[in-house]
């Protein structure tokens, strides 16, 4: 959603607001009192409604996500130069978009999720801006292969991978969800902000 037409928007409905509170006497008739109801209800709620649409879609980008100084390492660890590390491997081959890494890879979390999820998005923002957010910082409950399968399923790769093939259950129970990808031998380093100090960090080419 355009910024320019949301900004429009708001000037129109601060503008008609105006006209009817200098000008009282407009609502008598007819007209002003339908004059009244777009400037005091309509454009509002319309004008709200825009820009919660552009937020929502803002709040999707990377960016967004490491403007909390707490997620700045989590923004360090998409570039260390180590394949191991899936999300870096993802966000430096272009394996998801990398202005949506965080959404991409966390579709059910936050105010992109459930009901709850949402809730705890609230949370998220009266702890950054209140409290201050507890260490250290973890999911609210394990990382789920839905969030992998979304991509990778179907996948040359997945489906017939040596590993995930040796096994005749083994396919079964990632799709199922009943043996993590994360899996301790399996794709078990993930943002490892603690040892960033350790590592070396890949330059993307300008």
């Known amino acids: 959603m355009p ?3 949301i900004l429009a928007v708001l000037v ?3 503008v008609l607001a105006i006209l009817v509170a200098v000008r009282p006497g407009l609502t008598v008739a007819r007209g002003g009192k339908v004059l009244a109801f777009l400037a005091f209800f309509i454009f509002p709620v319309f004008g709200g409604l825009l820009g919660l649409e552009n937020h929502m879609e803002r709040s999707k980008q990377t960016s967004f996500c490491l403007t909390c100084h707490i997620m700045s390492r989590h923004g360090q660890s ?3 130069d180590d394949p191991s590390y899936i999300p870096a491997a993802h966000f430096q081959n272009g394996r998801i978009p990398r202005d949506e890494a965080c959404y991409t890879c966390h579709t059910d979390y936050t105010i992109f999720g459930s009901f709850k999820s949402k809730f705890r998005g609230l949370h998220h923002i009266y702890a950054q801006y209140i409290t201050g957010p ?3 910082l973890k999911l609210y409950h ?3 292969n839905r969030e992998c399968l979304h991509c990778h399923e179907g996948s040359r790769s997945f489906e017939q991978g ?3 093939t ?3 259950q083994t396919m079964a129970d990632i799709k199922s969800n009943k043996l993590s990808c994360l899996t301790s031998g399996c794709h078990d380093t993930i943002h490892n902000v603690d040892h960033l100090d350790q590592v070396k960090f890949w330059k993307p080419v300008q």
């Open 3 to 5: 910024t320019s037409l």
């Open 12 to 14: 129109f409905t601060i």
């Open 78 to 80: 998409l570039y260390v």
């Open 134 to 136: 507890k260490m250290p």
């Open 142 to 144: 394990p990382y789920n």
């Open 162 to 164: 040596a590993i995930h």
């Open 166 to 168: 040796a096994e005749p």
